[in-house]
């Protein structure tokens, strides 16, 4: 079992910025993918990054330019700093761990971009 931890979230201004960190705990070792998805209210879940072991990234369009992903191997956690925050990023933040067969969920943390 894997047990992921999100911290960062709340409420900002359009425009400013805010970092995800999410901790990894519990049988980590073999984790290939970590990421991050979101879920506004009424739509469904989304993929928003993900970076494989090796560093390897991808993200969603409307993060690109303005979202970045890193993973501390050492430390087994990811981070999300996202910046030039728009009201469309108002979401439920997940992280998110693959490990063989397995799809690992946080509990999420709310991510709230209004004036």
């Known amino acids: 079992q894997v047990q992921l931890v999100e911290s960062g979230g709340g409420l900002v201004q359009p425009g400013g910025s805010l970092r995800l960190s999410c901790a990894a705990s519990?049988?980590?070792?073999?984790?290939?993918?970590m990421g991050w998805y979101r879920q506004a209210p009424g739509k469904q879940r989304e993929l928003v990054s993900t970076?494989?072991?090796?560093?390897?990234?991808n993200y969603a369009d409307a993060v690109k330019g303005r979202f970045t992903i890193s993973r501390d191997n050492a430390k087994n956690t990811v981070s999300l700093q996202m910046n030039s925050l728009k009201p469309d990023d108002t979401a439920v933040y997940y992280c998110?761990?693959?490990?063989?067969?397995?799809?690992?969920w946080g509990q999420g943390t709310q991510v709230t971009v209004s004036s």
């Open positions: 519990g049988s980590i070792s073999g984790i290939y993918v």
């Open positions: 970076i494989i072991s090796g560093g390897t990234t």
């Open positions: 998110n761990a693959v490990k063989a067969n397995y799809i690992y």
